[in-house]
């Protein structure tokens, strides 16, 4: 970025506001872009590290007036400090005073004094790092500051788009409120916490037991000693709910037009659909090719992790809002597509990645006796099915929570001898790092930098895998180091049961007669990425079918997000985007969270985890290993947070 003007942000100070040639500098620590929206190129940054500026028009005055109306705006849901509570408002005032030819240095003494007394005792970051552009213009700009007040320099108006958000908030994927849910989990208001993560998310029970946690991963309590424990506090909640016999109330807000819509797959992305588009007042009807709900969340994730009691309780409350589910219908067989876009408004296909990706080493088309692939060895077990009960010896490929999930439950199958085999290192190994941790506790044996060669069968039965030893290479495609082959390190896993979980990919057998239908080479289809509609106007896609395999989570974004692209289209509204949009294009460059940032005056607390049953006992059982916290431990935990909103307000 060369285009700077004037910078403090991160405490960088890049200054050429005087510089007689023009020449505009560059700024390390931020990549801004140049464009908010298409149209309306990007003037100023102001914000919890500072100020940027490209354009000298920018009036920093009015821009710090607009700033502080933001968050002023959002410290007023806390309410929880007497410093905040007056002297947001009481610095407003004096931009106000300003623009009107009221202020006078005084004011400006005030403004500096009441912001450090904020910094100094507020116990979130709105107070903690709010005033931060405040003492950077009243530094920087003192000679704008001194016209202003004498009235020598009137206040110009601008444009301005303006932002609340925080580290974790940004990083999830369907952008729950955390910092607001935990910091209602910490008075005890635990229904008051689930009402916060249901305007969003249905499946707080589901999403608070396997999640990938990404918000985690951005918290910047992490910084300090450990991150907040989200996903559990979320859990809490949902289970807080249950233990006490309550049923949740949803509120009903009918669109101007009310319309039908054939949503197809039950799974996180259908079911999360059909609940925003429910709130609405249309009529939903899902087609699921299983005979139960959750999609792959149901048949590809074993019930040692997601009891199947939750996964249906929470379904059974979006079908209480008027969602009819129809079980054992899958589109290409039992309906046709095209039907379905004929008999409704609008058509939802929320299709998870259900089939297996092939290996490409010899013998795997051989269809022996004891060579299953992941999704289908995972089917087999959770409908309480041991796939090959007379194999003892079991080998899984792959590295990802599939390939976790298969040598878990073959643990829990009784099996002699179990081993999982990854071409990578551990480091490598893109499964979440909670689930290797218990795989590791419950004593799989894993052999890395080892990859399959050959599948060996004697009479149509696996006798075993031949292997070779792998070395890591120069970075592929992904980034990651690419595995080479050792010469010569060729050997033998004696066994009689090879799992292969290297990947999903999705069918799209239910397109058939739509071939106008855009797909990638990835298998996947072609939708706007925002409103995820395809180029078939009345069909809308997300979850696996449009992402590729990923996570749950990022599924109930999806289906979120076309729930309002088809609320507006059964409106007749045009499915444009909305500042939220615009936003999360700008964090992505202008990142919320700083791995690097040195969190200050703050206590040191330990992490409260959730229980676990022993390892030596849950591998005989597909009871839930992991148990909740207690309500005392969760409000314990949420007392950790540190609360860390943030705004940005931009002129343009």
Not at 88 to 105: K, P
Not at 192 to 208: D, K, Q, Y
């Amino acid at each position: 970025m060369t285009d700077i003007v004037f910078s403090s942000w991160g405490g960088e100070i890049i200054e050429t506001r005087g510089d007689e040639t023009q020449n505009q500098t560059s700024i390390q620590m931020l990549d801004l872009p140049e464009y908010f929206k298409q149209d309306e190129k990007i003037k100023a940054l102001m914000g919890w590290k500072g100020i940027v500026l490209r354009s000298p028009e920018v009036d920093i005055i009015d821009l710090c007036r607009e700033y502080f109306e933001a968050v002023l705006a959002h410290s007023k849901t806390c309410d929880k400090c007497n410093y905040c509570k007056t002297g947001w408002e009481e610095m407003l005032e004096v931009f106000q005073d300003i623009a009107t030819g009221e202020a006078t240095e005084e004011d400006l003494e005030f403004m500096q004094s009441a912001a450090e007394a904020i910094v100094s005792n507020a116990k979130c970051s709105i107070g903690k790092s709010g005033p931060t552009p405040l003492f950077h213009a009243l530094k920087y700009f003192a000679d704008d500051f001194s016209q202003a007040v004498s009235g020598e320099k009137p206040v110009t108006k601008g444009t301005y788009y303006s932002k609340l958000t925080a580290p974790c908030l940004d990083a999830c994927p369907i952008h729950l409120d955390i910092p607001k849910y935990i910091e209602l989990i910490k008075d005890a208001k635990f229904a008051e916490s689930l009402t916060v993560i249901r305007e969003r998310l249905p499946l707080a029970g589901i999403v608070g037991r396997v999640c990938f946690r990404p918000c985690e991963k951005h918290c910047r309590r992490g910084n300090l000693d450990e991150s907040i424990s989200i996903k559990a506090l979320k859990r809490f909640v949902a289970d807080h709910e249950v233990a006490e016999q309550k049923e949740p109330e949803y509120e009903v807000t009918p669109s101007e037009n009310n319309g039908q819509v054939a949503i197809v797959g039950a799974g996180p992305a259908g079911i999360t659909c059909a609940y925003h588009l429910a709130r609405k007042g249309h009529e939903v009807t899902i087609y699921e090719s299983l005979d139960e709900p959750g999609g792959m969340s149901a048949v590809g994730i074993p019930d040692y992790r997601l009891p199947r009691s939750v996964l249906q309780r929470e379904v059974q409350q979006i079908q209480k809002m008027g969602v009819s589910i129809n079980y054992g219908q899958t589109i290409g067989k039992d309906l046709i597509l095209s039907q379905l876009e004929n008999d409704f408004d609008a058509v939802f296909i929320g299709m998870g990645a259900q089939d297996s990706t092939h290996m490409g080493i010899e013998g795997e088309d051989g269809e022996y006796q004891g060579f299953i692939p992941g999704l289908a060895y995972l089917r087999e077990v959770n409908a309480g099915r041991d796939p090959y009960p007379q194999g003892k010896k079991v080998v899984v490929i792959g590295g990802g929570n599939v390939a976790i999930d298969c040598v878990r439950c073959s643990l829990r199958t009784a099996k002699e001898d179990i081993h999982l085999v990854y071409r990578r290192t551990r480091d490598e190994m893109p499964a979440d790092e909670a689930e290797i941790n218990d795989a590791e506790e419950e004593q799989v044996h894993f052999h890395f930098l080892t990859a399959p060669v050959r599948i060996l069968a004697e009479d149509g039965k696996v006798v075993g895998l031949e292997c070779i030893k792998m070395a890591l290479g120069e970075p592929d495609a992904s980034g990651r180091p690419r595995p080479v082959p050792v010469e010569g390190s060729e050997f033998v896993f004696d066994c009689d049961t090879i799992v292969s979980a290297i990947g999903q990919q999705v069918d799209l057998s239910m397109l058939a007669g739509m071939d106008d239908v855009q797909t990638t080479k990835w298998n996947t289809i072609v939708v706007d990425q925002y409103t995820k509609q395809s180029n078939r106007s009345n069909i809308f896609f997300a979850g696996d079918c449009e992402t590729g395999p990923d996570a749950l989570i990022t599924a109930c974004a999806g289906g979120r997000r076309a729930a309002h692209s088809i609320d507006r289209f059964i409106k007749t509204q045009p499915l444009e985007y909305d500042d939220n949009h615009y936003f999360d294009q700008l964090f992505e460059t202008v990142k919320v969270y700083d791995p690097d940032e040195e969190i200050l005056k703050v206590e040191s607390k330990q992490r409260f985890q959730p229980s676990m049953l022993p390892s030596d006992r849950r591998k005989s059982t597909f009871d839930e290993v992991e148990q909740g916290l207690s309500a005392q431990e969760a409000v314990a935990e949420a007392e950790r947070c540190l609360r860390c909103y943030q705004v940005a307000t931009i002129a343009v």
